[in-house]
């Protein structure tokens, strides 16, 4: 009797560790232009399974699409710099050449809380995953694909 405890407890023992393996981490590319206005965007999203654990969108668009001059655009994109960038887990930045506007931003959703960023309209709404915490790699590559014609690759 002792043996077959000793058994049936080193079988639960091995089919919690297999059932523990972490989840391999994913990278979603997604890109393309936005329309004919000359913005040209490309999100990359880490994932584990179906959540969304860091994303990174890096875009470009034409001075002239929001600005009358480079002095307002630098003053402007600086002040949105300092509003996104005092959200925990986001990393805004830009730089201006040849009259376009350079965009990156960085979103560690481990570190930032998801509700905030939506209510900040730096996240998409209605994008979460099953733990409400992080996006859902699913519904954000089905919202680039269907919204904005992009071609999402996973490697």
């Known amino acids: 009797?002792?043996?077959?405890?000793?058994?049936?407890?080193?079988?639960?023992t091995l089919?919690?560790?297999?059932?523990c393996k972490p989840q391999k981490i994913?990278?979603?590319?997604?890109?393309?232009?936005?329309?004919r206005s000359g913005v040209t965007l490309k999100v990359t999203l880490k994932a584990k399974g179906d959540r969304v654990i860091?994303?990174?969108?890096?875009?470009?668009?034409?001075?002239?699409?929001?600005?009358?001059?480079?002095?307002?655009?630098?003053?402007?994109?600086?002040?949105?710099a300092k509003k996104y960038n005092s959200y925990?887990?986001?990393?805004?930045?830009?730089?201006?050449?040849?009259?376009?506007i350079h965009e990156t931003m960085?979103?560690?959703?481990?570190?930032?809380n998801l509700?905030?960023?939506?209510?900040?309209?730096?996240a998409r709404p209605n994008m979460n995953s099953s733990d409400d915490?992080?996006?859902s790699l699913k519904k954000l590559t089905k919202f680039y694909k269907n919204n904005y014609g992009f071609k999402c690759t996973t490697k």
């Open 115 to 122: 509700k905030e960023l939506v209510q900040a309209k730096i």
């Open 88 to 100: 925990k887990g986001v990393n805004y930045s830009f730089y201006i050449k040849n009259d376009q």
């Open 133 to 135: 915490k992080q996006p």
């Open 1 to 12: 009797m002792k043996k077959i405890s000793a058994l049936l407890l080193i079988l639960l």
């Open 54 to 80: 860091t994303s990174k969108q890096e875009g470009s668009f034409p001075l002239s699409l929001l600005y009358s001059n480079q002095d307002m655009a630098e003053v402007r994109q600086d002040l949105k």
């Open 15 to 19: 089919t919690l560790l297999v059932g």
């Open 26 to 35: 994913t990278t979603t590319v997604c890109e393309g232009p936005v329309g």
């Open 106 to 112: 960085k979103i560690d959703y481990e570190k930032g």
